[in-house]
């Protein structure tokens, strides 16, 4: 059975995926009691998609391509190219903010931003958006689309340790611990969870010392790898519904975005990962392997097409995806996970390539709206979990510059 779900999503599978109403008939049956007492988050904020073309940035008329902004590793250039990005967006959504996971990306992109940059505002508008909030998480107790914006939460909690930042996730998270654990449905059934959901649970192992939330993360990632991580290709599926799916050229679908979110979620979770957790070298084994294929599809412009096997069949790169892969690689190279020489040359082509799509403006564009697989779009296409993920590659990128 396959039905569609909320963003567009294929969904369904017997027994392996979850609607968001469904989600909920099967938490009050397993635990109606945990349920219960999950205190209920302040409504998101719905956006008619009229209002998110508007203040998301889907856009007709965006104007000139910038002219002014250097593709150069130096820490100078990055910064006024973050800082150009980071200020329009930040502009149009500020009244406008959701739970959601596009903007959970974003929030993230914008914590770290404000930590690698210095500048308040962004951290000040995080709070401001966290307040906003109550500290809550989605209203799905179990998924991952409602965990993402905790990552934000956990970051703030880190920098300045006041409880109330933290108790609304971890109270949460230890509800979910009680719930009955099935290795043959997935938690995380489709690649882009990896993103959304286990960063929060490695934060809040950092937070809180306690290793059962990390324990949590591992075995359910596992469950998830094996389920979608393709050995001979080293690459993810989206989903298990994509195992027979071909591109027009017979290769499979492999979805560069979705990919790309893996790749960003492998290095969150290694960040607050300690060196002697067990199985952090599958996890590096992981990484690498994925670092190594994707590297190879890199194309001329430095960017990667939405279909990782079949770039000729989509004219525009994807810069979302793009941007989650040249994060990861930066922060790999600055981590020595990965190996400089190699993937520095990689990541100054891709990170070049992504300023080639920032309007004079500040609009990011090239950014392939919600969906779940390779898709087209126009050129000022922008939705800001695109921003999110530039916003964590300047981050990265700046380390490995010229001052």
Known sequence: MVCIGPHGRVVGFAGLLELSAFCAVVEVFWAPQLVAQVSVPPPA??????ERWKYVGDSEDSGPLTSNLSPSLRKADVDRAMRKVADWQLKRVQEHLSQDWTFAAMYTGFTTAGNSLHEPKY?????????????HLGPRLTHADDQAIGQTYLDLYLRHREPKRMEQVRAQYDQILQLPDDPKKPVWWWCDALFMGPPVWTRL???????????YMDREWWITSKLLFDADEHLYFRDATYFDKREKNGSKIFWSRGNGWVMAGLAKVLEGMPKDYPSREKYITQFSQLASRVAELQGRD??????LLDAEDY????VSGSAFFIYAMAWGVHHHLLDRSKYQPIIAKGWAGLIAHIYEDGRLGCIQPIGAAPGDFKPTSSYVYGVGAFLLAGSEV??????
């Open 315 to 318: 004219p525009l790169p994807e």
């Open 45 to 50: 904020v719905e956006l008619t998609k009229q």
């Open 398 to 403: 700046r380390q490995l510059g010229m001052r």
């Open 205 to 215: 192992y950092q937070a809180t010392g306690e290793r059962k939330y990390l324990d």
């Open 302 to 307: 430095g960017l990667w097409r939405p279909g």
């Open 123 to 135: 951290l000040d508008a995080m709070l401001e958006m966290s307040r906003k909030f109550d500290w």
